[in-house]
């Protein structure tokens, strides 16, 4: 079975510092992990992905996570905060196989000017 | 390439009634799935369909039904609209494997 959890559901940082999304995963299988934006009264739009090819995986907008198996993690950073990145980021897992996505309840990120 | 596309954008119901949520994909998916999200609660999968003609349950599937006729579209029903299915419904479609999935704008449903 695939799960994600997100630790904090809400996370404000100042215009500058460094954003941490927290994301932890549970699968049975190798997973497939995704980061999500979303932003007011819009859908959902792919930040990055992590498939196998690299652990550390870049994304739009300078945002990037690392994937540690180890620590069964995939935490979402970005070295600078911008006033246009608030929104709600939502971290999912994939099993491939089966191609169902199983999402993390979000973490809403507010950026102090 | 308009993607994934979803009507209405807002719909208001009364207990009882029933309505169909539309979705269509331009993309050739073969994958196609239904959520509804809740303050807190995340993205729930409702019903999704592996290719047209086949279908299946997710995490919340009481209160809806959907069929797949054709690989572009992939209608969401509510057969008796309860105000515990007022919620944000995204549809959303993907080539499978592992790649990402691609979401529509949503429908705001209130059922009072």
């Known amino acids: 079975a695939q799960s994600v959890t997100q630790l904090g559901s809400h996370v404000s940082v100042s215009e500058g510092a460094l954003v941490l999304l927290r994301c932890n995963y549970s699968s049975s299988v190798p997973p497939y992990l995704f980061w999500y934006v979303q932003y007011p009264n819009q859908g959902l739009q792919l930040l990055l992905k992590y498939t196998s090819a690299a652990t550390l995986v870049k994304g739009i907008n300078g945002f990037e996570a690392e994937f540690k198996k180890s620590e069964t993690s995939f935490h979402l950073t970005k070295p600078s905060a911008h006033m246009s990145d608030a929104a709600e980021y939502f971290c999912?897992?994939?099993?491939?196989?089966?191609?169902?996505?199983?999402f993390g309840t979000g973490t809403s990120l507010t950026v102090i000017p | 390439n308009a993607g994934v596309t979803q009507t209405p954008k807002f719909q208001v119901l009364k207990t009882g009634q029933s309505m169909t949520l539309q979705c269509a994909q331009d993309m050739n998916h073969e994958y196609m799935s239904w959520y509804r999200q809740d303050p807190g609660m995340g993205l729930r999968l409702i019903h999704y369909s592996v290719g047209a003609g086949i279908t299946d349950q997710g995490e919340v599937p009481n209160g809806y039904n959907v069929s797949r006729s054709t690989t572009e579209d992939f209608p969401l029903r509510l057969l008796s609209a309860a105000p515990s299915q007022t919620s944000v419904y995204f549809c959303?479609?993907?080539?499978?494997?592992?790649?990402?999935?691609?979401f529509g704008p949503g429908t705001r449903l209130t059922v009072l």
């Open positions: 959303a479609s993907t080539r499978g494997g592992y790649n990402e999935q691609f």
């Open positions: 999912a897992v994939s099993a491939a196989a089966y191609n169902q996505f199983y």
